[in-house]
């Protein structure tokens, strides 16, 4: 079974300061990983994925197969970072992608 | 740039109403799927697509039926409406790798009364 897990429901930084939004999945295969954004009064939208290796709005993401990890990080918050995270995970060959619960991320001024 | 269009942004319905949701996307893509958005829960999958009428069901299908007569169009219905039904509810097409991204509409918010 696929599983994703996002421990916090809300995390709140400074801005400038360093953000790490955390994911963890359960699966026994080789898993396609992703993060969407959703902003304020916006659609759900991809922010990054694993496999394209890619830094989009500062933000990174590595896939830690031992620790079934794939945390989103950024090295110094933006108030335009204001915005709910989740990650989500795909298994091989499947055709459908499965969401954590979501993290709701608040930049402080 | 592809366009995934939900019919209704708010809808209002009654306990036991027949309530038909509507999806259709414009870039000839071959899956569609219906999520509902709950705060602390994320995004749960309803039922998928990846065919014309080609269903198959998601992690919380009960209650509900979809249909997908024609590719760009993939409805979500609500049989008999109950409360706990009330949410946001997403729809979103891909192309066919899960590799590429997924497309979301801008969400109708169901309330049932």
């Known amino acids: 079974a696929q599983r994703v897990t996002q421990p916090e429901k809300l995390l709140s930084v400074f801005k400038g300061a360093p953000v790490e939004l955390k994911c963890n999945y359960s699966y026994s295969g080789s898993p396609e990983l992703f993060w969407y954004v959703q902003y304020s009064r916006q659609r759900l939208q991809l922010l990054l994925r694993?496999?394209s290796r890619e830094s989009i709005k500062g933000f990174t993401a590595d896939l830690n197969k031992g620790e079934t990890s794939f945390h989103l990080k950024k090295p110094f918050a933006q108030e335009e970072d204001s915005a709910m995270y989740y990650c989500a995970l795909s298994g091989q060959g499947a055709q459908k992608l499965v969401f954590g619960q979501g993290t709701r991320l608040t930049i402080n001024p | 740039d592809v366009k995934v269009t939900q019919s209704s942004r708010y809808l209002v319905k009654r306990t036991g109403e027949k309530v038909f949701l509507e999806c259709v996307q414009d870039?000839?893509?071959?899956?569609m799927f219906w999520y509902r958005q709950d705060p602390g829960l994320g995004l749960r999958l309803i039922y998928f697509?990846?065919?014309?009428?080609?269903?198959e069901k998601g992690d919380i299908p009960e209650g509900y039926s979809v249909s997908r007569e024609k590719k760009e169009r993939f409805s979500l219905i609500l049989e008999s409406a109950s409360t706990n039904q009330t949410s946001m509810y997403l729809c979103?097409?891909?192309?066919?790798?899960?590799?590429?991204?997924?497309?979301f509409g801008s969400g109708t918010q169901l309330s049932v009364l």
């Open positions: 694993h496999i």
């Open positions: 870039m000839d893509h071959e899956n």
């Open positions: 979103a097409s891909s192309p066919h790798s899960l590799g590429e991204k997924l497309f």
């Open positions: 697509s990846y065919d014309v009428k080609m269903k």
